[in-house]
């Protein structure tokens, strides 16, 4: 178990700075999830604190000792790869018991403890074969047992799920977190699925361009995102922006663009007049005839659950809305929906930093 | 357009210039090879007679022979070693990204584009008693002395010819085994960095399985390749001092024309002929090469 502290911490290759000062903190046993879309720097920050990449600048410490100079092999750490890098020519005990045999530990010990990372994982059946015999999510099993049976201070995860199916991904996803809660040690899992960041982490670290936009609870970048990148990288269906200007007409404030207009909190007063952008989920907002959100709709899609109505408001920005399955509505119709004010994040127009009162 | 008889759908066609080929230049010389090791030249009669398996009888009781088969297996078990160990060696050492490692890439093969007769040339030159760079070197470390020529002893002339071999085939070796290096994944070495593997370890357990097909076939061109060497000892020795260096494939040239017996130098070359067959399907039955 142990702590990792980013320092600084930045990346070039060559001329190309993909990682810029970075600094965070991974308490001990914590389940962190970097996420952020592809060729943001979060598989470079993970291999950097695999040992895989050298560090440029900064430092990385784990349990309060710089890394940076330590060999990958020194570092006690455990990774599962995005292509799960099995061993191809070892059998799955073989693959699963590799590290322990490495570290010298007798060959009955290695037994033992291969054999109970694989009961854990439901891979018992499995353990004679070679990785070419095994289907993804049973490749997926041996990496994950592979990193299992160390007992490594830092576990590593680099987008594990990204070559399963939608409902193996699912179930991994809950089996990689009942694992954590089991081993309780740290984690860093790399993700650009927020679906995947949402339901597992502890605490999400959200990148972009190399560096950290927000680190927080799940709910703290669902609920407060510090600013519209945030917001529309985080929720299915994505965020609706609109873009307009804080209105306080001498007894309420209001949004007004996009053809529409809504109460904002009386806070907002101070920020009149001001070119904002709202941002509303699509399941923050209510079916009320006569609302303040209104468009002529474009298109229903059912999820089963629920139904999205994608409308097109008066000057043509589309909106997003999720309502229950019993509400009526066909394409062309005309629709309102009402939003409370609390569930509006207000955002800057130029920076696109949240506004808070 | 009509192609008529060159049409796809009838392969025989297409396959009839290699079918020629291969009757021409393989089929008929073995059928020939064949019938010849039932006859042997009469040189007073001055023709060819029907002597039935007395070719073959004398073979199996030809001490020359035997000697012969003896320094053929003798030199292809160190040389084909030799040049596996050096060429995987030398291949792990290339098989990094450092300045100037392309060019000594690109330099290796050098030494297989000179025709094998003229690397004997050379080590002929390099391993001369009187003036050979190689016989100074040695006496300078006092390995050696003047009294005893690489090449002219009978305990040493045989060496000299495997390092001509190893020095001209080992970058071929290593040619294979960095291309086979190079198309390895780079993943299971960052788990086995990960897991702690030494690099001996990861080695053992991780490079040579990948590479065991690779190296089985490199094994298997070069181990036929060996048993047939004729050129250095040709070049070099001749097959001596006395007999030290008679390899098959020369005792049956020697046989062939310098004794004018062309049956039994059939016999021979068909007899190497079975021993790199059965040598070879052995090799393959228990390498588990498939292609």
Avoid at chain 1, 187 to 193: E, L, S
Avoid at chain 1, 213 to 219: K, L, R
Avoid at chain 2, 187 to 200: N, V
Avoid at chain 2, 261 to 279: E, Q
Wanted: aromatic letters at 10%.
């Amino acid at each position: 178990m142990a702590t990792v502290r980013f320092q600084g911490v930045g990346k070039s290759f060559g001329s190309i700075k993909v990682l810029k000062d970075l600094s965070l903190s991974i308490t001990d046993g914590e389940f962190v999830v970097l996420l952020g879309a592809s060729g943001c720097g979060k598989t470079t920050l993970l291999r950097m604190t695999a040992g895989l990449e050298t560090i440029s600048e900064g430092e990385i410490a784990i349990d309060g000792g710089v890394v940076n100079d330590v060999h990958p092999r020194d570092r006690n750490i455990a990774m599962v790869f995005q292509n799960y890098a099995l061993y191809p020519t070892m059998k799955v005990r073989d693959n699963i018991g590799f590290g322990l045999e490495a570290a010298k530990k007798p060959p009955g010990e290695v037994k033992a403890k291969v054999e109970e990372a694989a009961r854990i994982l439901n891979i018992t059946e499995f353990l004679d074969r070679k990785p070419a015999e095994l289907s993804g999510g049973q490749r997926q099993r041996v990496a994950m047992g592979r990193a299992m049976v160390r007992d490594a201070k830092v576990f590593l995860f680099d987008e594990p799920l990204s070559n399963l199916d939608a409902k193996l991904r699912a179930h991994m996803r809950v089996e990689i977190r009942q694992l954590h809660n089991r081993l309780g040690a740290t984690t860093i899992y790399v993700t650009h699925d927020q679906i995947e960041a949402m339901t597992m982490a502890d605490k999400i670290v959200l990148m972009q361009d190399g560096s950290i936009v927000q680190v927080g609870t799940p709910d703290d970048l669902y609920d407060r995102p510090n600013c519209r990148f945030v917001a529309e990288f985080i929720g299915t269906p994505a965020i609706n922006c609109l873009t307009g200007e804080i209105v306080w007409d001498g007894e309420t404030t209001h949004f007004s663009g996009a053809g529409m207009k809504f109460l904002l909190t009386p806070e907002y007063k101070i920020h009149a007049g001001k070119s904002v952008t709202c941002g509303i989920r699509p399941n923050d907002v209510t079916q009320a005839s006569g609302g303040p959100i209104h468009g002529k709709l474009l298109i229903v899609e059912k999820t089963g659950a629920d139904l999205q109505f994608h409308l097109s408001s008066d000057d043509g920005s589309e909106f997003v809305a999720v309502a229950p399955r019993s509400t009526p509505g066909t394409a062309g119709d005309n629709m309102s929906f009402s939003v409370d004010p609390l569930k509006v994040h207000v955002f800057d127009q130029a920076s696109g930093k949240r506004i808070d009162v | 357009m009509k192609l008529g008889v060159l049409s796809a759908d009838r392969p025989l066609v297409w396959m009839l210039p290699l079918v020629a080929m291969l009757v021409a230049f393989t089929i008929i010389p073995l059928i020939y090879n064949i019938w010849l090791s039932f006859h042997e030249y009469a040189p007073f009669r001055r023709r060819l007679e029907y002597v039935g398996f007395e070719n073959w009888r004398m073979l199996f009781s030809d001490s020359r022979m035997w000697e012969a088969l003896g320094t053929t297996m003798f030199y292809f078990t160190v040389v084909l070693l030799v040049e596996l160990v050096l060429g995987m060696a030398i291949a792990l050492l290339l098989d990094a990204e450092e300045f100037g490692f392309g060019f000594l890439r690109s330099i290796l093969t050098l030494t297989l584009v000179v025709p094998p007769a003229i690397v004997g040339m050379m080590y002929l030159l390099i391993e001369d008693a009187e003036f050979g760079v190689l016989t100074y070197v040695l006496e300078i470390f006092g390995i050696l002395d003047k009294t005893t020529p690489i090449l002219a002893t009978g305990s040493l002339a045989l060496w000299g010819v495997m390092l001509a071999d190893i020095w001209q085939w080992t970058p071929f070796m290593v040619l294979i085994f960095l291309a086979g290096l190079r198309s390895l994944p780079s993943e299971p070495y960052e788990a086995a960095m990960l897991d702690g593997a030494s690099a001996f370890m990861t080695f053992r357990r991780i490079t040579l399985p990948l590479l065991s097909k690779v190296i089985a076939v490199a094994t298997l061109i070069r181990g036929i390749d060996i048993f047939r060497m004729f050129d250095y000892v040709f070049v070099m020795t001749s097959g001596g001092p006395g007999t030290a260096t008679y390899t098959l494939s020369l005792y049956s040239w020697q046989q062939t024309f310098s004794f004018i017996k062309w049956g039994y130098g059939a016999t021979l070359s068909l007899f190497t002929l079975v021993i790199i067959l059965v040598i070879a399907n052995l090799f393959i039955a228990l390498a588990k090469v498939r292609w």
